[in-house]
């Protein structure tokens, strides 16, 4: 068993001037690695540009270069640069936040238009019975605004990446839909097809023809609509990508009681300053970071640090802003606000994280990188060939466009988005949200996942978990388990204390009601002690004992060493003037965690424990989770250096956490697994979500998504396989457009019927 402590933090790599540039006019992870080689190539410039957030994180060396030098870097590779306005936390931002348009309006828009209008070109298309006098200009009509209305996105996108000498999904879409749609504006008008009563007839014979009586508009509009249905789910899922951030900031206390000019005042946690002092009671959030002057309490901090036992405070410790004061009244004196605060610095270290994620490219522009130079290189071939071949300019341009028409696949655009919709839809029915599909290309090079212990390998609440009584064997006085849990949990019950909470749920639990105390009194830091059923009761640490004289026999004080050196927290019991218990209470493991762990082991995994806690309790675990490797001892800070330094190491690194201290390492990691029932920072910064809270799922996740990766690539292969097969009957002159129908629609059916296949995961 290894135990590491806190990691070196890392030096700046390029230090200077750092600027947020928010980046406009990406459709694709290209996009973004294009900008960020432009940026790169500036003196003095490193710079890190994120698809997912639409981000340029840059820094710079401020006498070499300016802002608007690096706006203007950005608007020349064909993009728009802005810097982004500092976000808000307080009352405007909410208001503001409302009033600001929905970016997917757009979007959502031109999906709708090229939907409503590409579902009877295509019925028309394919069945001849629609096919009335003058149903070739109605199609026409119709195919018009999907063409170039709904598919501006694709041709703008296509216009700047010729410009700079790339090919994308876009660029194939563009030519692909331009082509069958001017091919099909020249037969109507110039050629045969605009004749009243002019039909596709069905049949799938391979003839020569000269084109001038076919029309494609149904390839047009159709691939158009698919294409733009799979970019909308895509967009819809990145957006997510700053919601982490918006969470963090929500999560501090909205309000806070300042203690001015002898009275209490409430006013907004924004308008905090350090050194105003301001009361905290039981239940309450800490509003900012700050010391205690009065009171002592016992602070849950383990939603940012990961401790699981709560934390006594008194005056003079110090305490951090959006922690929980779970017990007594307290003062505390302002020392860190706004940006300042533990809370903002993680929000920042998210940020950060996401921003320096390297977005996957789509699989889909990756291939169209190759495949549509190919296609235009083949177009132009074929209509050289059959001009050299005297062939005449009407059959050549046919075979040329053809080939065009036939290489924009359909299925293409259903390739991704089908088999995200049906492995996000049976994940759910598993308790399992895959945000989008970057996420899945991560899942196959997994080969390290980092494991949080509270809340993760753990139930993330104090569980009493063992009873020792004093050996009564040569007393008349014999003290069982069930009185000493009546007793003790009865005095237990009346404090505030998760770990007095913990011993009297458990008494609860096993012996029902319990007794109501005659007194009971709190001793700061030490315990409770009262009377219960006319027995003078006291609960709490051994030196609460100690006070009264009372001190444990010899195998209870042993008790007590055992416990505490795994890490449990012992209370000792006594009435009466004698010791009569030690109570050992932890964060017990959850049941499901050993066998999680051997299904990560399966798939081929290394699992460490990463924690907050102390070393001893993070031991204790991984041993009984039969986990190898422990890193304890850490601040959120150093688990995102902790990822850093494995993925420094060349490995690829998921990590499984639940708490806001686990966001920025979520973000940061290769793969982030955020549990359901964990914090909701956390849930936004992963990348999968566990809503069941049990880590057997972490594993059915990985499964899940490398299965739905492995669909998609077979999507996609096939999706060009039907298209590249047809390509020769195109450069023949020999298709028709039944056929190009019909490799549309056989390719869409094939696509969707393999997607489906993942309703089988189990």
């Known amino acids: 068993?290894?135990?590491?402590?806190?990691?070196?933090?890392?030096?700046?790599?390029?230090?200077?001037?750092?600027?947020?540039?928010?980046?406009?006019?990406?459709?694709?992870?290209?996009?973004?690695?294009?900008?960020?080689?432009?940026?790169?190539?500036?003196?003095?410039?490193?710079?890190?540009?994120?698809?997912?957030t639409e981000k340029a994180k840059v820094t710079y060396r401020f006498e070499d270069v300016a802002v608007q030098d690096l706006i203007a870097t950005v608007e020349a590779t064909g993009y728009t640069a802005e810097e982004p306005a500092p976000p808000q936390t307080t009352g405007p931002s909410a208001t503001g936040a409302a009033e600001q348009p929905d970016p997917l309006t757009p979007l959502r828009q031109r999906l709708l238009t090229a939907v409503a209008l590409a579902v009877p070109v295509i019925a028309m298309a394919m069945i001849p019975a629609l096919q009335f006098e003058y149903w070739q200009w109605l199609s026409l009509t119709l195919a018009a605004p999907v063409v170039t209305y709904a598919a501006w996105p694709f041709h703008r996108a296509a216009w700047t990446n010729a410009r700079h000498g790339a090919a994308?999904?876009?660029?194939?879409?563009s030519v692909g839909t331009s082509a069958a749609f001017l091919w099909s504006l020249w037969a109507l008008f110039f050629g045969t097809a605009g004749t009243p009563g002019m039909t596709h007839p069905f049949e799938l014979t391979i003839a020569r023809t000269d084109g001038a009586g076919n029309i494609y508009l149904e390839a047009a509009a159709g691939v158009t609509a698919f294409i733009l249905a799979g970019r909308y789910f895509e967009a819809r899922s990145k957006r997510?990508?700053?919601?982490?951030?918006?969470?963090?900031?929500?999560?501090?206390?909205?309000?806070?009681?300042v203690l001015r000019d002898g009275g209490e005042q409430l006013i907004p946690t924004a308008e905090l300053q350090a050194g105003d002092r301001f009361l905290v009671r039981p239940g309450e959030k800490i509003a900012t970071d700050g010391r205690v002057v009065e009171g002592s309490s016992a602070v849950d901090a383990s939603m940012l640090t990961g401790e699981s036992v709560p934390v006594e405070v008194t005056a003079g410790d110090t305490v951090t802003g959006a922690t929980v004061n779970a017990g007594g009244r307290l003062v505390v004196e302002a020392t860190r606000v706004g940006a300042d605060t533990q809370l903002a610095r993680m929000a920042r270290l998210v940020e950060d994280a996401q921003n320096g994620k390297a977005a996957a490219q789509r699989l889909a522009d990756r291939i169209s990188a190759v495949f549509v130079p190919v296609v235009i290189a083949l177009g132009l071939g074929t209509l050289g060939f059959w001009l050299g071949s005297g062939s005449g300019w009407a059959a050549a341009f046919t075979a040329a466009?053809?080939?065009?028409?036939?290489?924009?696949?359909?299925a293409l655009g259903l390739a991704t988005p089908t088999a995200l919709m049906v492995g996000t839809g049976r994940g759910a029915q598993l308790g399992i949200l895959i945000k989008g599909p970057?996420?899945?290309?991560?899942?196959?090079?997994?080969?390290?996942?980092?494991?949080?212990?509270?809340?993760?390998?753990?139930?993330?609440?104090?569980?009493?978990?063992?009873?020792?009584?004093?050996?009564?064997?040569?007393?008349?006085?014999?003290?069982?388990?069930?009185?000493?849990?009546?007793l003790a949990g009865a005095l237990e019950?009346?404090?505030?204390?998760?770990?007095?909470?913990?011993?009297?749920?458990?008494?609860?639990?096993?012996?029902?009601?319990?007794?109501?105390?005659?007194?009971?009194?709190?001793?700061?830091?030490?315990?409770?002690?009262?009377?219960?059923?006319?027995?003078?009761?006291?609960?709490?640490?051994?030196?609460?004992?100690?006070?009264?004289?009372?001190?444990?026999?010899?195998?209870?004080?042993?008790?007590?060493?055992?416990?505490?050196?795994?890490?449990r927290t012992a209370i000792a019991v006594a009435w009466d003037g004698e010791a009569r218990a030690v109570l050992e209470v932890a964060d017990a493991l959850k049941e499901t965690s050993p066998e999680a762990v051997r299904r990560l082991r399966a798939l081929g995994l290394t699992p460490i424990l990463l924690t907050g806690d102390n070393g001893a309790v993070a031991a204790s675990v991984a041993a009984q989770a039969g986990i190898d490797e422990v890193i304890a001892e850490v601040l959120p800070q150093d688990k995102v250096d902790v990822v850093?330094?494995?993925?420094?190491?060349?490995?690829?690194?998921?990590?499984?956490?639940?708490?806001?201290?686990?966001?920025?390492?979520?973000?940061?990691?290769?793969?982030?697994?955020?549990?359901?029932?964990?914090?909701?920072?956390?849930?936004?910064?992963?990348?999968?979500?566990l809503v069941r809270g049990d880590l057997r799922a972490a594993a059915d996740a990985i499964r899940l998504a490398r299965r739905t990766l492995g669909t998609i690539r077979s999507n996609l292969f096939w999706a060009f396989a039907y298209n590249v097969a047809a390509l020769p009957l195109a450069a023949a002159g020999l298709l028709n457009p039944m056929i190009a129908g019909a490799a549309m629609a056989f390719s869409s059916v094939f696509v969707v019927a393999n997607s489906l296949r993942l309703r089988g995961f189990n």
């Open 1 to 52: 068993m290894s135990s590491t402590h806190t990691p070196t933090p890392r030096a700046d790599e390029a230090p200077g001037t750092q600027v947020e540039l928010a980046i406009g006019g990406m459709t694709c992870a290209s996009c973004a690695a294009r900008i960020e080689k432009k940026l790169n190539r500036m003196e003095g410039v490193a710079a890190t540009v994120n698809y997912a």
């Open 168 to 173: 994308t999904m876009d660029t194939l879409i």
């Open 240 to 257: 997510k990508a700053g919601a982490a951030l918006r969470t963090l900031l929500e999560l501090g206390a909205k309000e806070a009681t």
């Open 401 to 410: 466009v053809a080939v065009l028409i036939i290489a924009c696949p359909c």
């Open 438 to 486: 970057e996420v899945l290309e991560s899942t196959r090079k997994i080969d390290t996942v980092l494991l949080d212990k509270t809340g993760t390998i753990t139930t993330g609440r104090m569980t009493l978990l063992a009873t020792h009584t004093t050996d009564s064997t040569d007393s008349t006085d014999t003290t069982t388990e069930d009185e000493v849990l009546r």
């Open 493 to 567: 019950h009346s404090s505030e204390h998760p770990i007095a909470q913990a011993v009297a749920r458990g008494a609860a639990e096993r012996l029902g009601a319990l007794p109501v105390p005659e007194d009971f009194t709190n001793v700061g830091g030490l315990g409770v002690q009262g009377v219960v059923e006319g027995h003078a009761v006291l609960v709490g640490r051994a030196q609460l004992l100690a006070d009264w004289e009372i001190h444990l026999p010899t195998h209870l004080e042993r008790a007590r060493a055992d416990a505490e050196a795994a890490g």
């Open 644 to 689: 850093r330094k494995l993925q420094a190491q060349g490995r690829s690194v998921a990590m499984v956490g639940d708490g806001v201290n686990d966001a920025a390492a979520l973000a940061q990691a290769d793969l982030g697994l955020a549990m359901g029932t964990g914090t909701d920072a956390a849930i936004e910064a992963g990348d999968l979500t």
